[in-house]
Protein backbone atom coordinates (compact mmCIF):
# COMPACT_ATOMS: atom_id res chain seq x y z
CA UNK A 1 0.00 0.00 0.00
CA UNK A 2 1.59 3.61 -0.89
CA UNK A 3 1.46 5.83 1.81
CA UNK A 4 3.09 9.19 -0.07
CA UNK A 5 2.32 9.01 -3.33
CA UNK A 6 5.78 10.49 -5.29
CA UNK A 7 3.90 10.98 -8.51
CA UNK A 8 6.41 9.49 -10.78
CA UNK A 9 4.61 7.30 -13.03
CA UNK A 10 6.32 4.52 -15.07
CA UNK A 11 4.47 3.26 -18.55
CA UNK A 12 5.13 -0.28 -19.48
CA UNK A 13 4.53 -1.34 -23.00
CA UNK A 14 4.93 -5.70 -22.28
CA UNK A 15 6.24 -7.64 -24.65
CA UNK A 16 4.57 -10.77 -25.67
CA UNK A 17 5.24 -14.97 -24.33
CA UNK A 18 6.61 -16.96 -27.46
CA UNK A 19 5.12 -20.24 -27.40
CA UNK A 20 7.72 -21.81 -24.91
CA UNK A 21 6.36 -19.19 -22.62
CA UNK A 22 9.65 -17.17 -22.71
CA UNK A 23 9.64 -13.72 -23.24
CA UNK A 24 10.12 -12.34 -26.33
CA UNK A 25 12.93 -10.06 -26.72
CA UNK A 26 14.48 -8.44 -29.32
CA UNK A 27 17.87 -6.02 -30.01
CA UNK A 28 15.98 -3.17 -31.41
CA UNK A 29 12.56 -2.12 -31.83
CA UNK A 30 11.59 -0.99 -35.23
CA UNK A 31 7.63 -0.70 -34.79
CA UNK A 32 6.09 1.60 -32.02
CA UNK A 33 2.94 2.04 -30.60
CA UNK A 34 1.75 5.42 -29.76
CA UNK A 35 0.14 4.88 -26.68
CA UNK A 36 2.76 5.25 -24.17
CA UNK A 37 4.38 8.41 -25.66
CA UNK A 38 0.64 9.78 -25.60
CA UNK A 39 -0.12 9.18 -22.31
CA UNK A 40 2.58 10.74 -20.77
CA UNK A 41 2.18 13.76 -22.69
CA UNK A 42 -1.38 13.96 -21.34
CA UNK A 43 0.27 13.40 -17.83
CA UNK A 44 0.51 16.83 -16.35
CA UNK A 45 3.28 18.57 -15.53
CA UNK A 46 4.15 18.05 -11.63
CA UNK A 47 4.11 14.26 -12.88
CA UNK A 48 7.25 12.64 -13.59
CA UNK A 49 7.13 9.98 -16.53
CA UNK A 50 8.88 7.30 -17.86
CA UNK A 51 8.49 4.46 -20.73
CA UNK A 52 9.80 0.79 -20.61
CA UNK A 53 9.91 -0.97 -24.33
CA UNK A 54 9.85 -4.31 -22.18
CA UNK A 55 10.94 -5.87 -26.13
CA UNK A 56 14.01 -4.71 -25.73
CA UNK A 57 14.82 -3.63 -21.78
CA UNK A 58 13.84 -4.98 -19.11
CA UNK A 59 11.24 -3.96 -16.28
CA UNK A 60 12.37 -2.40 -13.61
CA UNK A 61 10.41 -3.92 -10.73
CA UNK A 62 11.95 -1.73 -8.31
CA UNK A 63 11.51 1.42 -10.00
CA UNK A 64 10.64 4.10 -7.10
CA UNK A 65 7.53 4.99 -9.09
CA UNK A 66 4.51 4.78 -7.31
CA UNK A 67 2.26 4.30 -10.01
CA UNK A 68 2.37 1.97 -12.59
CA UNK A 69 0.64 1.78 -16.34
CA UNK A 70 0.44 -0.79 -18.25
CA UNK A 71 -0.31 -1.32 -21.88
CA UNK A 72 -2.27 -4.14 -23.52
CA UNK A 73 -2.30 -5.63 -26.77
CA UNK A 74 -2.63 -8.87 -28.50
CA UNK A 75 -1.60 -11.83 -26.40
CA UNK A 76 0.59 -9.98 -24.97
CA UNK A 77 -2.02 -9.17 -22.08
CA UNK A 78 -0.68 -12.31 -20.25
CA UNK A 79 2.65 -10.52 -19.78
CA UNK A 80 0.45 -7.30 -18.91
CA UNK A 81 -0.88 -9.20 -15.92
CA UNK A 82 2.06 -11.04 -14.96
CA UNK A 83 3.26 -7.94 -14.94
CA UNK A 84 0.37 -5.98 -12.60
CA UNK A 85 0.84 -8.82 -10.12
CA UNK A 86 4.34 -8.34 -9.05
CA UNK A 87 4.11 -4.47 -8.87
CA UNK A 88 0.65 -5.71 -6.77
CA UNK A 89 2.63 -7.47 -4.86
CA UNK A 90 4.98 -4.47 -4.40
CA UNK A 91 2.43 -2.04 -2.92
CA UNK A 92 2.62 -0.31 -6.46
CA UNK A 93 -0.58 1.74 -7.74
CA UNK A 94 -1.15 -0.33 -11.08
CA UNK A 95 -3.94 1.31 -14.10
CA UNK A 96 -4.32 -1.12 -17.12
CA UNK A 97 -5.24 -0.17 -20.33
CA UNK A 98 -5.35 -0.36 -24.25
CA UNK A 99 -7.37 -3.08 -26.69
CA UNK A 100 -7.28 -6.16 -25.18
CA UNK A 101 -8.08 -4.71 -21.16
CA UNK A 102 -10.35 -2.66 -22.92
CA UNK A 103 -12.21 -5.96 -24.21
CA UNK A 104 -12.05 -7.85 -21.07
CA UNK A 105 -12.19 -5.16 -17.92
CA UNK A 106 -13.87 -7.26 -15.50
CA UNK A 107 -10.96 -10.04 -16.02
CA UNK A 108 -8.22 -6.93 -15.60
CA UNK A 109 -9.71 -5.31 -12.84
CA UNK A 110 -8.64 -8.30 -10.93
CA UNK A 111 -4.87 -7.73 -11.18
CA UNK A 112 -4.65 -3.98 -10.49
CA UNK A 113 -6.47 -0.94 -9.23
CA UNK A 114 -7.87 0.55 -12.04
CA UNK A 115 -8.57 -0.16 -16.12
CA UNK A 116 -8.94 2.46 -18.39
CA UNK A 117 -11.49 0.70 -21.08
CA UNK A 118 -11.26 2.41 -24.54
CA UNK A 119 -9.64 6.05 -25.35
CA UNK A 120 -7.65 7.37 -22.37
CA UNK A 121 -7.90 11.13 -23.80
CA UNK A 122 -10.92 12.39 -21.99
CA UNK A 123 -10.32 10.24 -18.31
CA UNK A 124 -6.63 10.19 -17.92
CA UNK A 125 -6.46 13.34 -15.57
CA UNK A 126 -9.38 12.26 -13.56
CA UNK A 127 -7.29 8.97 -12.93
CA UNK A 128 -4.52 10.60 -11.92
CA UNK A 129 -6.71 13.03 -9.34
CA UNK A 130 -8.47 10.07 -8.06
CA UNK A 131 -5.21 8.68 -7.37
CA UNK A 132 -4.17 11.61 -5.73
CA UNK A 133 -7.15 12.03 -3.51
CA UNK A 134 -7.52 8.59 -3.08
CA UNK A 135 -10.35 7.69 -4.26
CA UNK A 136 -9.55 5.48 -7.55
CA UNK A 137 -12.57 4.08 -9.42
CA UNK A 138 -12.30 0.59 -10.83
CA UNK A 139 -13.09 1.47 -13.83
CA UNK A 140 -12.66 4.59 -16.71
CA UNK A 141 -14.48 4.90 -19.88
CA UNK A 142 -15.68 8.09 -22.03
CA UNK A 143 -16.14 8.30 -25.53
CA UNK A 144 -14.35 10.72 -27.31
CA UNK A 145 -15.90 13.87 -28.44
CA UNK A 146 -13.46 14.94 -30.75
CA UNK A 147 -9.46 12.98 -31.32
CA UNK A 148 -7.13 15.61 -30.19
CA UNK A 149 -3.97 15.61 -27.86
CA UNK A 150 -1.07 17.07 -27.36
CA UNK A 151 2.33 16.40 -29.45
CA UNK A 152 3.20 12.97 -28.22
CA UNK A 153 6.22 12.75 -26.03
CA UNK A 154 9.26 10.70 -27.69
CA UNK A 155 11.74 12.21 -25.53
CA UNK A 156 11.14 9.40 -23.67
CA UNK A 157 11.58 6.92 -25.65
CA UNK A 158 14.53 8.55 -28.39
CA UNK A 159 17.26 7.26 -26.18
CA UNK A 160 16.61 3.83 -26.85
CA UNK A 161 17.40 1.61 -29.20
CA UNK A 162 14.25 1.82 -31.51
CA UNK A 163 14.22 1.90 -35.45
CA UNK A 164 14.52 5.11 -37.83
CA UNK A 165 10.42 5.79 -38.30
CA UNK A 166 8.03 7.18 -35.28
CA UNK A 167 4.23 6.56 -35.36
CA UNK A 168 1.79 9.32 -36.23
CA UNK A 169 -1.68 9.26 -35.73
CA UNK A 170 -4.54 10.66 -38.08
CA UNK A 171 -7.69 8.33 -37.77
CA UNK A 172 -8.86 6.19 -34.68
CA UNK A 173 -11.78 3.57 -35.01
CA UNK A 174 -13.13 2.06 -38.54
CA UNK A 175 -16.08 2.13 -39.93
CA UNK A 176 -16.17 -1.41 -41.13
CA UNK A 177 -17.17 -4.57 -39.18
CA UNK A 178 -14.92 -7.43 -39.47
CA UNK A 179 -15.68 -9.69 -37.37
CA UNK A 180 -12.72 -11.29 -35.59
CA UNK A 181 -11.08 -7.56 -35.55
CA UNK A 182 -10.61 -5.94 -32.27
CA UNK A 183 -11.07 -2.35 -33.66
CA UNK A 184 -15.33 -2.93 -34.53
CA UNK A 185 -15.45 -4.73 -31.10
CA UNK A 186 -14.16 -1.18 -29.69
CA UNK A 187 -15.46 1.29 -31.75
CA UNK A 188 -18.11 -0.22 -33.21
CA UNK A 189 -17.98 1.57 -36.72
CA UNK A 190 -16.90 4.90 -34.77
CA UNK A 191 -13.82 6.24 -36.84
CA UNK A 192 -12.47 9.98 -35.33
CA UNK A 193 -10.10 11.85 -37.51
CA UNK A 194 -7.74 14.03 -36.57
CA UNK A 195 -7.40 17.64 -38.18
CA UNK A 196 -4.81 18.03 -40.72
CA UNK A 197 -2.70 20.77 -38.72
CA UNK A 198 -2.62 18.75 -35.63
CA UNK A 199 -1.15 15.59 -38.33
CA UNK A 200 1.20 18.26 -39.51
CA UNK A 201 2.13 19.29 -36.12
CA UNK A 202 3.19 16.04 -35.18
CA UNK A 203 4.91 14.73 -38.42
CA UNK A 204 6.82 18.47 -38.07
CA UNK A 205 7.74 16.86 -34.40
CA UNK A 206 9.50 13.79 -35.75
CA UNK A 207 11.40 15.41 -38.72
CA UNK A 208 12.26 18.17 -36.83
CA UNK A 209 14.00 14.84 -33.78
CA UNK A 210 15.67 13.68 -36.94
CA UNK A 211 13.85 10.94 -38.23
CA UNK A 212 13.53 11.25 -42.13
CA UNK A 213 10.38 8.75 -41.56
CA UNK A 214 7.19 8.21 -39.96
CA UNK A 215 4.56 5.13 -39.69
CA UNK A 216 0.82 6.83 -40.34
CA UNK A 217 -1.49 4.77 -38.43
CA UNK A 218 -5.25 4.58 -39.60
CA UNK A 219 -7.08 1.78 -40.40
CA UNK A 220 -9.08 3.41 -42.82
CA UNK A 221 -7.49 6.20 -44.38
CA UNK A 222 -9.33 6.35 -47.47
CA UNK A 223 -12.42 5.85 -46.33
CA UNK A 224 -12.56 10.58 -47.12
CA UNK A 225 -10.56 10.83 -50.69
CA UNK A 226 -10.69 14.65 -49.91
CA UNK A 227 -9.10 14.49 -46.27
CA UNK A 228 -6.46 12.00 -47.85
CA UNK A 229 -5.55 14.23 -50.84
CA UNK A 230 -5.25 17.36 -48.41
CA UNK A 231 -3.34 15.47 -46.00
CA UNK A 232 -1.00 13.74 -48.59
CA UNK A 233 0.09 16.77 -50.29
CA UNK A 234 0.82 18.84 -46.89
CA UNK A 235 3.19 15.81 -46.06
CA UNK A 236 4.87 15.99 -49.48
CA UNK A 237 6.26 19.38 -48.61
CA UNK A 238 7.83 18.02 -46.03
CA UNK A 239 9.71 15.49 -48.42
CA UNK A 240 9.71 12.40 -45.91
CA UNK A 241 9.04 8.88 -46.40
CA UNK A 242 6.42 7.28 -44.90
CA UNK A 243 4.75 3.63 -44.16
CA UNK A 244 1.31 2.60 -43.37
CA UNK A 245 -1.55 0.24 -43.79
CA UNK A 246 -4.52 0.67 -45.84
CA UNK A 247 -7.66 -1.10 -48.06
CA UNK A 248 -6.10 -2.99 -51.22
CA UNK A 249 -8.97 -1.00 -52.75
CA UNK A 250 -6.23 2.31 -53.42
CA UNK A 251 -4.99 0.15 -56.10
CA UNK A 252 -8.48 1.15 -58.14
CA UNK A 253 -7.44 4.55 -57.91
CA UNK A 254 -4.50 5.81 -60.15
CA UNK A 255 -4.90 9.60 -59.04
CA UNK A 256 -4.69 8.60 -55.47
CA UNK A 257 -2.04 6.65 -55.85
CA UNK A 258 0.41 8.90 -57.76
CA UNK A 259 -0.37 11.46 -54.64
CA UNK A 260 0.70 8.82 -52.21
CA UNK A 261 3.57 7.63 -54.16
CA UNK A 262 4.67 11.23 -54.83
CA UNK A 263 3.93 12.45 -50.57
CA UNK A 264 6.64 10.03 -50.08
CA UNK A 265 4.86 6.42 -49.18
CA UNK A 266 7.59 3.93 -49.53
CA UNK A 267 5.64 0.94 -47.99
CA UNK A 268 1.88 0.07 -47.56
CA UNK A 269 0.46 -2.62 -45.41
CA UNK A 270 -2.70 -4.22 -46.69
CA UNK A 271 -5.28 -6.57 -44.35
CA UNK A 272 -5.86 -9.04 -47.55
CA UNK A 273 -6.78 -11.71 -44.44
CA UNK A 274 -7.13 -14.16 -47.02
CA UNK A 275 -7.83 -15.55 -50.98
CA UNK A 276 -11.11 -17.02 -50.10
CA UNK A 277 -14.36 -15.24 -50.55
CA UNK A 278 -15.65 -17.69 -48.44
CA UNK A 279 -13.66 -16.97 -45.92
CA UNK A 280 -13.75 -12.98 -46.45
CA UNK A 281 -18.00 -13.24 -46.41
CA UNK A 282 -17.31 -15.43 -42.95
CA UNK A 283 -15.29 -12.53 -41.54
CA UNK A 284 -17.57 -9.69 -42.82
CA UNK A 285 -15.56 -8.46 -45.45
CA UNK A 286 -17.46 -9.29 -48.46
CA UNK A 287 -16.37 -6.29 -49.85
CA UNK A 288 -12.70 -7.41 -50.31
CA UNK A 289 -12.72 -9.50 -53.71
CA UNK A 290 -9.55 -11.78 -53.88
CA UNK A 291 -9.71 -12.26 -57.66
CA UNK A 292 -8.64 -8.52 -57.69
CA UNK A 293 -5.81 -8.46 -55.58
CA UNK A 294 -3.22 -9.26 -58.09
CA UNK A 295 -4.33 -6.84 -60.85
CA UNK A 296 -4.50 -4.24 -57.58
CA UNK A 297 -1.68 -5.08 -55.89
CA UNK A 298 -0.08 -4.74 -59.06
CA UNK A 299 -0.76 -1.28 -59.99
CA UNK A 300 0.03 -0.46 -56.26
CA UNK A 301 3.69 -2.13 -57.29
CA UNK A 302 3.47 0.52 -60.52
CA UNK A 303 3.75 3.51 -58.66
CA UNK A 304 6.61 2.53 -56.87
CA UNK A 305 4.38 1.33 -53.50
CA UNK A 306 5.97 -1.65 -51.98
CA UNK A 307 3.81 -4.59 -50.78
CA UNK A 308 3.33 -5.65 -47.37
CA UNK A 309 0.56 -8.04 -46.33
CA UNK A 310 -1.59 -9.86 -43.41
CA UNK A 311 -3.22 -12.79 -43.78
CA UNK A 312 -4.66 -14.99 -41.73
CA UNK A 313 -5.72 -18.87 -41.83
CA UNK A 314 -8.32 -20.76 -41.03
CA UNK A 315 -11.11 -19.48 -41.90
CA UNK A 316 -14.68 -20.84 -42.95
CA UNK A 317 -13.53 -21.15 -46.87
CA UNK A 318 -9.81 -22.17 -45.99
CA UNK A 319 -8.74 -25.69 -46.39
CA UNK A 320 -5.69 -27.39 -46.65
CA UNK A 321 -4.75 -26.90 -50.28
CA UNK A 322 -6.44 -22.71 -49.99
CA UNK A 323 -3.21 -22.40 -47.59
CA UNK A 324 -1.00 -24.01 -49.85
CA UNK A 325 -2.06 -21.82 -51.93
CA UNK A 326 -1.35 -18.74 -50.52
CA UNK A 327 2.30 -19.47 -50.45
CA UNK A 328 2.31 -19.11 -54.39
CA UNK A 329 -0.22 -16.27 -53.85
CA UNK A 330 2.70 -14.69 -52.40
CA UNK A 331 5.32 -15.25 -54.34
CA UNK A 332 3.66 -14.11 -57.61
CA UNK A 333 2.33 -10.78 -55.89
CA UNK A 334 6.39 -10.40 -54.85
CA UNK A 335 5.17 -9.01 -51.57
CA UNK A 336 8.04 -7.53 -50.30
CA UNK A 337 7.05 -8.11 -46.48
CA UNK A 338 4.15 -11.13 -45.74
CA UNK A 339 3.17 -11.55 -42.64
CA UNK A 340 -0.02 -14.30 -41.71
CA UNK A 341 -1.52 -15.62 -38.62
CA UNK A 342 -4.05 -17.96 -36.98
CA UNK A 343 -7.33 -16.75 -37.46
CA UNK A 344 -7.85 -16.15 -33.41
CA UNK A 345 -10.88 -16.10 -31.52
CA UNK A 346 -9.73 -12.78 -29.26
CA UNK A 347 -12.24 -12.79 -25.96
CA UNK A 348 -14.77 -9.73 -26.98
CA UNK A 349 -14.49 -10.21 -31.00
CA UNK A 350 -18.07 -10.99 -32.88
CA UNK A 351 -15.98 -14.09 -34.15
CA UNK A 352 -15.13 -15.53 -30.59
CA UNK A 353 -19.04 -14.90 -29.67
CA UNK A 354 -19.72 -17.06 -32.87
CA UNK A 355 -17.41 -19.56 -32.17
CA UNK A 356 -18.52 -20.10 -28.54
CA UNK A 357 -22.50 -20.60 -29.42
CA UNK A 358 -21.21 -23.12 -32.10
CA UNK A 359 -18.72 -24.56 -29.37
CA UNK A 360 -16.16 -24.23 -31.31
CA UNK A 361 -13.36 -22.89 -29.17
CA UNK A 362 -11.19 -26.02 -28.63
CA UNK A 363 -8.35 -24.14 -26.44
CA UNK A 364 -9.55 -21.80 -23.31
CA UNK A 365 -5.42 -21.57 -22.29
CA UNK A 366 -5.15 -17.50 -22.83
CA UNK A 367 -1.27 -18.48 -23.95
CA UNK A 368 -2.36 -20.42 -26.49
CA UNK A 369 -4.01 -16.81 -28.39
CA UNK A 370 -1.13 -15.57 -29.97
CA UNK A 371 -1.97 -16.16 -33.59
CA UNK A 372 0.42 -19.26 -34.18
CA UNK A 373 -1.71 -21.80 -32.50
CA UNK A 374 -5.45 -22.84 -33.37
CA UNK A 375 -7.90 -22.43 -30.56
CA UNK A 376 -10.75 -22.99 -32.45
CA UNK A 377 -12.11 -25.73 -34.68
CA UNK A 378 -12.39 -24.64 -38.37
CA UNK A 379 -14.46 -26.10 -40.65
CA UNK A 380 -12.37 -28.12 -43.51
CA UNK A 381 -9.45 -29.40 -40.95
CA UNK A 382 -8.93 -30.14 -37.58
CA UNK A 383 -6.81 -27.76 -35.34
CA UNK A 384 -3.73 -29.74 -35.50
CA UNK A 385 -3.91 -29.13 -39.19
CA UNK A 386 -4.54 -25.93 -39.33
CA UNK A 387 -1.57 -25.49 -36.85
CA UNK A 388 0.41 -27.68 -38.81
CA UNK A 389 -0.34 -25.82 -42.41
CA UNK A 390 0.47 -22.18 -40.69
CA UNK A 391 3.75 -23.34 -40.04
CA UNK A 392 4.35 -25.07 -43.27
CA UNK A 393 2.73 -21.83 -45.27
CA UNK A 394 5.73 -19.84 -43.43
CA UNK A 395 8.10 -22.05 -44.51
CA UNK A 396 7.42 -22.14 -47.87
CA UNK A 397 7.22 -18.47 -47.93
CA UNK A 398 9.96 -17.81 -46.25
CA UNK A 399 12.45 -20.22 -48.63
CA UNK A 400 15.51 -18.62 -49.52
CA UNK A 401 14.09 -19.11 -53.22
CA UNK A 402 10.59 -17.05 -51.93
CA UNK A 403 13.11 -14.33 -50.58
CA UNK A 404 15.25 -13.74 -53.11
CA UNK A 405 12.43 -13.83 -55.86
CA UNK A 406 10.52 -10.91 -53.87
CA UNK A 407 13.49 -8.85 -52.86
CA UNK A 408 16.70 -9.55 -54.84
CA UNK A 409 14.86 -10.24 -57.78
CA UNK A 410 12.22 -8.23 -57.80
CA UNK A 411 11.75 -5.99 -61.00
CA UNK A 412 12.14 -2.56 -58.83
CA UNK A 413 15.56 -3.82 -57.19
CA UNK A 414 17.34 -1.37 -59.34
CA UNK A 415 14.72 1.43 -58.63
CA UNK A 416 15.67 1.21 -54.48
CA UNK A 417 18.26 -1.21 -54.44
CA UNK A 418 18.85 0.00 -50.74
CA UNK A 419 15.31 -0.69 -49.80
CA UNK A 420 14.92 -3.74 -51.55
CA UNK A 421 18.32 -5.15 -49.31
CA UNK A 422 16.45 -3.70 -46.32
CA UNK A 423 13.44 -5.92 -47.36
CA UNK A 424 16.30 -9.12 -48.20
CA UNK A 425 17.77 -8.53 -44.80
CA UNK A 426 14.41 -8.36 -43.03
CA UNK A 427 13.05 -11.38 -44.47
CA UNK A 428 16.38 -13.73 -43.56
CA UNK A 429 15.18 -12.26 -39.94
CA UNK A 430 11.69 -13.41 -40.46
CA UNK A 431 12.85 -16.90 -41.58
CA UNK A 432 15.64 -17.01 -38.83
CA UNK A 433 12.54 -16.37 -36.16
CA UNK A 434 10.08 -18.58 -38.25
CA UNK A 435 12.98 -21.41 -37.66
CA UNK A 436 12.43 -21.03 -34.01
CA UNK A 437 8.79 -21.23 -34.33
CA UNK A 438 8.33 -16.93 -33.67
CA UNK A 439 5.77 -15.15 -35.62
CA UNK A 440 7.05 -12.33 -37.15
CA UNK A 441 5.15 -9.84 -35.51
CA UNK A 442 7.51 -7.40 -33.90
CA UNK A 443 10.46 -6.20 -35.67
C1 LIG B 1 1.41 0.01 -34.04
C2 LIG B 1 0.75 -1.32 -33.76
C3 LIG B 1 1.56 -2.40 -33.47
C4 LIG B 1 3.07 -2.30 -33.45
C5 LIG B 1 3.62 -1.76 -32.13
C6 LIG B 1 3.06 -2.49 -30.95
C7 LIG B 1 3.45 -2.05 -29.61
N1 LIG B 1 3.66 -2.99 -28.76
O1 LIG B 1 3.55 -0.89 -29.27
C8 LIG B 1 3.45 -3.78 -33.78
C9 LIG B 1 3.54 -3.91 -35.29
C10 LIG B 1 4.73 -4.29 -33.18
C11 LIG B 1 2.22 -4.51 -33.28
C12 LIG B 1 2.23 -5.82 -32.90
C13 LIG B 1 1.10 -6.50 -32.48
N2 LIG B 1 -0.17 -6.06 -32.56
CO1 LIG B 1 -0.64 -4.26 -32.96
N3 LIG B 1 -1.23 -2.63 -33.57
C14 LIG B 1 -0.67 -1.46 -33.82
C15 LIG B 1 -1.69 -0.43 -34.30
C16 LIG B 1 -1.63 -0.38 -35.83
C17 LIG B 1 -1.54 0.97 -33.75
C18 LIG B 1 -1.41 1.06 -32.23
C19 LIG B 1 -1.33 2.49 -31.81
O2 LIG B 1 -0.27 3.00 -31.54
N4 LIG B 1 -2.48 3.19 -31.81
C20 LIG B 1 -2.58 4.58 -31.40
C21 LIG B 1 -2.74 4.66 -29.88
C22 LIG B 1 -2.78 6.10 -29.43
O3 LIG B 1 -3.99 4.05 -29.58
P1 LIG B 1 -4.09 2.83 -28.56
O4 LIG B 1 -2.91 1.97 -28.63
O5 LIG B 1 -5.42 2.25 -28.69
O6 LIG B 1 -4.00 3.62 -27.14
C23 LIG B 1 -5.08 4.37 -26.60
C24 LIG B 1 -5.96 3.54 -25.65
O7 LIG B 1 -6.05 2.18 -26.02
C25 LIG B 1 -5.37 3.74 -24.32
N5 LIG B 1 -4.26 2.92 -23.84
C26 LIG B 1 -3.40 2.12 -24.48
N6 LIG B 1 -2.51 1.59 -23.64
C27 LIG B 1 -2.78 2.08 -22.42
C28 LIG B 1 -2.16 1.88 -21.17
C29 LIG B 1 -2.67 2.54 -20.07
C30 LIG B 1 -2.02 2.37 -18.75
C31 LIG B 1 -3.80 3.40 -20.19
C32 LIG B 1 -4.34 4.10 -19.02
C33 LIG B 1 -4.43 3.56 -21.43
C34 LIG B 1 -3.90 2.93 -22.52
O8 LIG B 1 -4.87 5.06 -24.38
C35 LIG B 1 -4.45 5.42 -25.70
C36 LIG B 1 -4.96 6.82 -25.97
O9 LIG B 1 -6.35 6.86 -25.95
C37 LIG B 1 -3.02 -1.07 -33.79
C38 LIG B 1 -4.25 -0.74 -34.60
C39 LIG B 1 -5.02 0.40 -33.99
N7 LIG B 1 -6.09 0.72 -34.63
O10 LIG B 1 -4.71 0.95 -32.95
C40 LIG B 1 -2.70 -2.56 -33.81
C41 LIG B 1 -3.36 -3.48 -32.76
C42 LIG B 1 -3.39 -2.73 -31.46
N8 LIG B 1 -2.45 -4.62 -32.68
C43 LIG B 1 -3.06 -5.71 -32.50
C44 LIG B 1 -2.43 -6.98 -32.39
C45 LIG B 1 -3.35 -8.18 -32.33
C46 LIG B 1 -1.05 -7.09 -32.37
C47 LIG B 1 -0.26 -8.39 -32.21
C48 LIG B 1 -0.78 -9.25 -31.07
C49 LIG B 1 -0.28 -9.11 -33.55
C50 LIG B 1 0.13 -10.57 -33.43
N9 LIG B 1 -0.83 -11.47 -33.57
O11 LIG B 1 1.25 -10.83 -33.18
C51 LIG B 1 1.17 -7.89 -31.94
C52 LIG B 1 1.49 -7.85 -30.43
C53 LIG B 1 2.81 -7.20 -30.14
C54 LIG B 1 2.98 -6.75 -28.73
N10 LIG B 1 4.11 -6.22 -28.38
O12 LIG B 1 2.14 -6.85 -27.89
C55 LIG B 1 -4.56 -5.52 -32.40
C56 LIG B 1 -5.01 -5.55 -30.94
C57 LIG B 1 -6.03 -6.58 -30.66
C58 LIG B 1 -6.29 -6.73 -29.19
N11 LIG B 1 -7.43 -7.23 -28.86
O13 LIG B 1 -5.46 -6.42 -28.36
C59 LIG B 1 -4.74 -4.12 -33.12
C60 LIG B 1 -5.97 -3.33 -32.64
C61 LIG B 1 -4.85 -4.40 -34.64
C62 LIG B 1 -6.16 -5.03 -35.05
N12 LIG B 1 -6.88 -4.42 -35.95
O14 LIG B 1 -6.53 -6.08 -34.59
N13 LIG B 1 1.16 -3.70 -33.26
S1 LIG C 1 -9.95 -5.50 -39.93
FE1 LIG C 1 -9.35 -3.46 -40.63
S2 LIG C 1 -11.09 -2.85 -41.99
FE2 LIG C 1 -11.85 -4.55 -40.72
S3 LIG C 1 -12.85 -3.52 -38.95
FE3 LIG C 1 -10.72 -4.02 -38.37
S4 LIG C 1 -9.55 -2.16 -38.77
FE4 LIG C 1 -11.49 -2.00 -39.92
Request: glycine share 6%.
Given at each position: MVFYLNKKILFIQPTPYDSNRKLIKKK????????????????????????????????????????IGISSMGHAVVRTIDIAKEFKKRGKIVILGGYMVSLMPEEAKK??????????????????SDIVSGDIKPFYEKTLTKLTYPLPRFDLILNKNIGDFLPVQAGRGCPNVCSFCSVYCLYKTKYYRRDIEDVMRDIKQIKSLGFKKFLLLDDNILSDREYSIKLFSEIKKLNMQWLSQCSVKIGEDDELLKIV???????????????????????????????????????????????????????????LESIRATAKFIEDNKIVVPRFYILTPIPGTEFFKQMEEQNRICNKDIYSYNGTEAVHIPKNMTPEQLTRAYWELYNDVFTIKSIVNRTLFHSDFFKRPFMYLFY??????????????????II
Open positions: KLYFLGLALPLLAALTPEDWECSICLETIEDVDFDTDADVYCDCVVIGDAEEVWHSVLAESGCVTLSFGLESISQESLNSMQKAWADPLEYSRLLKNIRKHGIDLSTEMVVGAEGDTFAVNLYYRSQIKRKITPN
